[in-house]
């Protein structure tokens, strides 16, 4: 049973196998050699390279291979093959959830996370092997929510060191830091300085465990070499009192720097990283909004970067927009007619409404200005109108005329008012589409009204798809930024729960830059990344609430993402090329080819042979 699904992904291998001579180690249908420059026991402590699986002593190295490498004599004598230590992790991995059958949810959790963790340290490619096979179970543990969990408790999980940790007392030395990593290339870089993770808040030093989720995201569903990711930390302080009483807290003790200093430890980072490797994609990731809007703004014109926060979620939520108005059975051009009020307006809330308004300003032909006129965003003061005092430049355009709704008016308020057809979450409050305000959306001027709970983790998710089914009624459309799973509805039918969160566009925004050479990234790029997205489903999967991709799918939907940011980066004329491929090939690529080069270029974890070289 379980090797079937190897198979089925063996395909895949195969399809993605010929990709040129830039790779060392890439997957073909008949592995070709891995050199490496190692030997002996030094093989067997490098979890790229090592076969052996970590729960037991059970060693993919065949006699050849020993022989070759110094091996012989270093490990028992049996050896067993890929698929057999594949079957064997994942039957530990079962054992381990009967084991802890009825125990709370965070011990269960943390215990899949450890269990997980061990493997990835010790074996690479039996771990993303294990992770893209099993993606749907494996994702809610290496990836939100779990990894909310992680952060929080870091100091005592973390066995080896991932990653690399650059803090305001190494400023001056990050240019020759840089060098200490120990990859000859990088691909792709994800930083935070944590001090927003999820709707965690502040972590400090700990919010490590989210540039290592998003990089394990970006090798199972972009097929990112894992040997050229990077997870970055700033720790520029952190103003998490708990974490600065804590003793055995592993970050700077002193509170986060503001201000030029802030900014000359980043553009530090930036520079330095850059010019170790000038072609890698730097996604910053979980920044307070202040600094994830000033950031972006900064470097988004010099640097090829982008913030997931800000434009990754919105071109996930504007493609869930879009969505609701298919599944109300109408033209997508009434999308211009469709109220939405937000609920956040930080990082993501102010990146989706932004997006959304330019999308029915395109749509309709009017100014921005005009597009704004149905959106309603609401922060923890209420309802923002033009009465409010300092007001930030970015919200004044979405300010509404007090004299139609109240300065403040609260979420249920501007619900029974308004009427809304969409109800969005992204202010990282567990709850707060309580019963009043869910019950109040079954007046909604929709006959699907959809309800978007984006906040991670779990316990900050606006509401559960379970009392958003109960409350709003049966015929609503419901995503979560975190897994729920689907309610059963008393009237038969089944209520179908959609996971709207940036995973379904970061990775192929990353490939698709890295891959096309672009210099920057765009706004035609984003734009053709959420619109690949919006289209993925069919008009059927749509009607019955269905609005993104299995998850189990996410390699497919990926190569799509890639290929369609790689065709808006040739039509803006910005890119350089990758490897072989330069701009003159790339820009002659059908969008058939273009996905196909992407597919070809997507590693694939198998064992190679492998091959020493002094
Ligand atoms: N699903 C996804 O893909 C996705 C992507 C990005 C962020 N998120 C989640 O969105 C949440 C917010 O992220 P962010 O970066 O925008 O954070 P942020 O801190 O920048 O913004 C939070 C916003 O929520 C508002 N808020 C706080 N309490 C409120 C209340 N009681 N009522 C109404 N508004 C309130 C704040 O005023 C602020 O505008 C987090 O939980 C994060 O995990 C999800
Ligand atoms: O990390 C996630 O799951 C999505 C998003 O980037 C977030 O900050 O919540
Ligand atoms: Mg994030």
């Known amino acids: 049973m379980m090797w079937r699904n190897i198979a089925r992904f063996s395909k895949t291998a195969a399809a993605a196998g010929r990709t040129g001579g830039s790779r060392r180690c890439l997957s073909t249908a008949i592995p070709g050699p891995c050199i490496v420059h190692k030997r002996g026991s030094d093989i067997l402590h490098d979890p790229w390279f090592n076969k052996v699986i970590h729960t037991r002593f059970d060693t993919g190295f065949p006699l050849t291979e020993r022989d070759r490498l110094g091996l012989r004599g270093l490990l028992p004598p049996r050896i067993i093959s890929f698929e057999q230590q594949y079957d064997r992790f994942i039957e530990s991995f079962r054992s381990l959830e009967r084991n802890t059958l009825g125990q709370p949810d965070n011990v269960v959790s943390l215990a899949k996370w450890r269990i997980l963790n061990r493997l990835h340290d010790r074996n690479e490619t039996l771990y993303y092997r294990v992770l893209i096979d099993n993606i749907k179970d494996f994702a809610p543990i290496i990836y939100t929510p779990t990894v909310g969990l992680v952060c929080q408790n870091y100091s005592g999980l973390y066995r080896r060191p991932r990653g690399m940790y650059f803090s305001a007392k190494d400023k001056g030395e990050m240019m020759s830091m840089i060098y200490n990593w120990p990859a000859h290339q990088v691909d792709m870089i994800v930083i935070t300085d944590g001090s927003r993770i999820l709707g965690l808040g502040d972590l400090g030093v700990q919010g490590i465990g989210i540039p290592i989720g998003k990089l394990d995201m970006y090798v199972a569903a972009a097929g990112i070499n894992p040997q050229r990711v990077l997870p970055i930390m700033l720790d520029v302080g952190t103003n998490n009192q708990k974490l600065l009483q804590n003793p055995l807290y592993l970050g700077l003790r002193q509170p986060r720097l503001e201000g030029d200093e802030y900014l000359g430890i980043i553009d530090e980072f930036m520079e330095a990283a850059f010019t170790r490797w000038p072609k890698a994609v730097v996604q910053f990731e979980?920044?307070?909004?202040?600094?994830?809007?000033?950031?972006?703004?900064?470097?988004?014109?010099?640097?090829?970067?982008?913030?997931?926060?800000?434009?990754?979620?919105?071109?996930?939520?504007?493609?869930?927009?879009?969505?609701?108005?298919?599944?109300?059975?109408?033209?997508?051009?009434?999308?211009?007619?469709?109220?939405?009020?937000?609920?956040?307006?930080?990082?993501?809330?102010?990146?989706?409404?932004?997006?959304?308004?330019?999308?029915?300003?395109?749509?309709?032909?009017?100014?921005?200005?005009?597009?704004?006129?149905?959106?309603?965003?609401?922060?923890?003061?209420?309802?923002?109108?033009?009465?409010?005092?300092?007001?930030?430049?970015?919200?004044?355009?979405?300010?509404?005329?007090?004299?139609?709704?109240?300065?403040?008016?609260?979420?249920?308020?501007?619900?029974?008012?308004?009427?809304?057809?969409?109800?969005?979450?992204?202010?990282?409050?567990?709850?707060?589409?309580?019963?009043?305000?869910?019950?109040?959306?079954?007046?909604?001027?929709?006959?699907?009204?959809?309800?978007?709970?984006?906040?991670?983790?779990?316990?900050?998710?606006?509401?559960?798809?379970?009392?958003?089914?109960?409350?709003?009624?049966?015929?609503?459309?419901?995503?979560?930024?975190?897994?729920?799973?689907?309610?059963?509805?008393?009237?038969?039918?089944?209520?179908?729960?959609?996971?709207?969160?940036?995973?379904?566009?970061?990775?192929?925004?990353?490939?698709?830059?890295?891959?096309?050479?672009?210099?920057?990234?765009?706004?035609?790029?984003?734009?053709?990344?959420?619109?690949?997205?919006?289209?993925?489903?069919?008009?059927?999967?749509?009607?019955?609430?269905?609005?993104?991709?299995?998850?189990?799918?996410?390699?497919?939907?990926?190569?799509?993402?890639?290929?369609?940011?790689?065709?808006?980066?040739?039509?803006?004329?910005?890119?350089?090329?990758?490897?072989?491929?330069?701009?003159?090939?790339?820009?002659?690529?059908?969008?058939?080819?273009?996905?196909?080069?992407?597919?070809?270029?997507?590693?694939?974890?198998?064992?190679?042979?492998?091959?020493?070289?002094?």
């Open 286 to 614: 979980d920044f307070q909004a202040k600094w994830a809007f000033e950031t972006l703004d900064r470097y988004r014109k010099k640097f090829c970067m982008f913030n997931d926060d800000v434009q990754g979620t919105a071109g996930v939520a504007l493609a869930g927009l879009l969505g609701t108005v298919r599944a109300q059975g109408r033209p997508l051009s009434d999308f211009v007619n469709q109220k939405i009020v937000v609920v956040g307006a930080g990082s993501a809330g102010l990146g989706v409404t932004k997006t959304a308004a330019q999308a029915v300003a395109r749509m309709a032909g009017i100014s921005f200005a005009e597009a704004t006129k149905n959106f309603y965003l609401i922060d923890k003061d209420g309802l923002v109108t033009t009465e409010r005092s300092k007001l930030d430049p970015a919200v004044v355009p979405f300010a509404k005329n007090p004299a139609e709704i109240r300065e403040g008016a609260s979420i249920v308020e501007v619900v029974k008012t308004v009427r809304p057809h969409v109800l969005l979450g992204l202010s990282g409050v567990g709850g707060i589409f309580n019963e009043e305000v869910l019950k109040a959306m079954r007046e909604s001027d929709s006959c699907k009204p959809a309800i978007f709970a984006m906040s991670n983790p779990t316990l900050n998710a606006e509401c559960t798809a379970a009392d958003a089914f109960k409350h709003a009624g049966e015929n609503i459309v419901f995503g979560s930024g975190s897994p729920f799973e689907n309610v059963q509805l008393e009237n038969g039918n089944v209520g179908h729960v959609n996971q709207a969160n940036n995973m379904y566009l970061f990775p192929g925004i990353g490939l698709g830059t890295l891959l096309s050479g672009a210099r920057i990234v765009t706004d035609g790029m984003l734009l053709a990344a959420a619109e690949c997205l919006a289209s993925y489903m069919t008009d059927e999967e749509v009607q019955k609430g269905i609005l993104y991709p299995s998850i189990n799918n996410i390699r497919h939907i990926t190569a799509e993402v890639g290929a369609a940011v790689l065709r808006a980066a040739v039509s803006d004329d910005i890119v350089e090329g990758h490897g072989d491929v330069g701009p003159r090939d790339l820009s002659h690529m059908s969008k058939e080819e273009t996905v196909d080069y992407i597919t070809r270029n997507m590693w694939f974890p198998i064992y190679s042979p492998l091959v020493h070289e002094k």
